[in-house]
């Protein structure tokens, strides 16, 4: 590997391409293994039902991740963005999907794709005007924020488990953690570059040292078996529709905010109009995608973008393998299995380190605005209610459902600096096209 890793189009060679995108590869199935698996504990699926959706989740992870990385014709940001199924929409799935059946759940997720679709690619032009690049940094900041304390659940051994909190955990975990930083720190070329996939083999091979993992669920597992769309059937209630629809504009901002991290990091710029576009076309098309296999909506891997600043190797032609080996694995149930299997603590170690660069690329995204008093005011507002809602679950308890869902963690962040930006008095004119224009600046430089 070059010293300086690999940019955003450059192509590794295959040595180093495959490990790279195994390792996105292991890292994305983790963001998007969540939603399905609570959805499913949620709604009380049985095993084959569960393992219908966690199959369609990586599938449509796979596809939708090569789409947005490679492109095809007008479709696709062609940056290293990775794709999966937003766990944002857990909570709407487990209320909506009791009152009028998963198969409404399913529909709601398609229109709701489609009007968010339509609703952000018509007044495109107008998306830095109503999020600008400050907002987009607040959600980044909160999800890396969020991510971080699941990190940190996962080092004790995962939310709900029996051993929860148990030094045995911590010790994989901190294990795993002390080799990826080592090999981040003292590391060279590829070793450099593979560091949290080195960390994760040696905390998995201790792990299976101590006996602490099964591969039973491995070997039960089938070869072969293709993701079933529509398995619970489609049905369009309305008021669930509006509902998802909603959420799903909301939900833009943390796109936004993760493309404006991903070309921060890869070429110290904010996206251009164009890749803008490309990657929110994209979101809406695998969206709908998704929601014909049984998903939500798709939404970009948050923690990938840190491992991009981990590495060093921003190439998008990486990211586009480790969407190719999601598609496998949707395809080849032992594959999904034996991702399974990585012991939570050790995969918490692996990934505390990225969450972390999540976050910091969050702060860069705002300081970058050169933020003014109105700013500061707006972001210390929006922060407040989505981390202090998040923290503070119970405060909400005596109002609907879809009151918390709006004010807690991204989609308050979101909805609370959006609104303000656009009530508050002091808003510049005519930022957005500045804003556009050193944007695309650089890539003219670079023509």
């Not at 999966?84 to 909570?91: H, N, W």
């Not at 799935?93 to 609703?119: D, R, W």
């Not at 490309?278 to 491992?307: M, R």
């Amino acid at each position: 590997m070059k010293s300086q890793g690999y940019g955003m189009n450059e192509r590794p060679p295959v040595r180093e391409l495959v490990p790279f995108g195994v390792q996105h590869a292991l890292l994305v199935a983790f963001q998007a293994l969540p939603a399905p698996l609570l959805v499913s504990a949620g709604l009380g699926f049985g095993p084959a039902e569960t393992t219908v959706l966690v199959a369609c989740a990586l599938f449509v992870a796979g596809i939708s991740t090569i789409v947005q990385t490679l492109g095809i014709g007008k479709v696709g940001g062609k940056l290293p963005i990775a794709m999966v199924c937003s766990i944002v929409f857990v909570s709407p799935a487990l209320l909506i999907a009791p009152q009028v059946g998963y198969a409404g759940y399913v529909g709601a997720c398609l229109v709701g794709s489609v009007i968010c679709g339509v609703v952000f690619f018509t007044f495109s032009d107008k998306l830095k005007v109503v999020v600008p690049g400050f907002v987009s940094g607040a959600v980044v900041f909160v999800l890396g924020t969020t991510l971080l304390g699941v990190a940190l659940g996962y080092c004790a051994g995962g939310s709900g488990s029996a051993d929860f909190g148990d030094p045995a955990n911590y010790l994989l975990a901190g294990v795993t953690l002390l080799t990826v930083l080592a090999f981040n720190v003292f590391g060279r070329g590829f070793l450099h570059g593979a560091a949290p996939l080195i960390g994760l083999a040696v905390g998995f091979a201790l792990a299976a040292a101590l006996g602490r993992v099964d591969f039973g669920p491995v070997e039960q597992a089938a070869w072969f078996a293709f993701p079933e769309p529509l398995h619970w059937g489609i049905e369009f209630p309305l008021d669930a529709c509006i509902t998802i629809a909603f959420l799903a504009i909301c939900g833009v901002a943390e796109l936004l905010g993760d493309t404006s991290a991903t070309t921060m990091l890869t070429e110290e710029r904010m996206p251009t109009k164009e890749e803008t576009r490309g990657v929110i076309f994209t979101q809406a098309i695998t969206s709908a995608f998704s929601a014909l296999f049984n998903n939500g909506p798709t939404i970009s891997a948050s923690a990938d973008v840190g491992l991009l600043g981990i590495t060093r190797v921003f190439s998008r032609h990486v990211v586009a393998v480790a969407g190719g080996i999601m598609v496998v694995a949707g395809l080849c149930p032992k594959v999904s299995a034996l991702c399974s299997v990585i012991p939570t603590p050790v995969f918490g170690g692996a990934v505390i380190l990225t969450f972390g660069v999540v976050m910091v690329s969050g702060m860069r995204i705002i300081m970058q605005e050169r933020p003014d008093a109105r700013t500061m005011t707006i972001v210390a507002v929006a922060l407040a209610v989505g981390l202090g809602f998040n923290a503070q679950p119970g405060a909400l308890a005596q109002f609907p459902l879809w009151v918390s869902m709006f004010l807690s963690g991204v989609p308050g962040t979101a909805f609370s600096a959006v609104i303000l930006n656009l009530v508050l008095p002091g808003r510049k004119k005519g930022g957005a096209d500045e804003e556009d224009a050193a944007a695309e600046e650089p890539m003219q430089s670079a023509d």
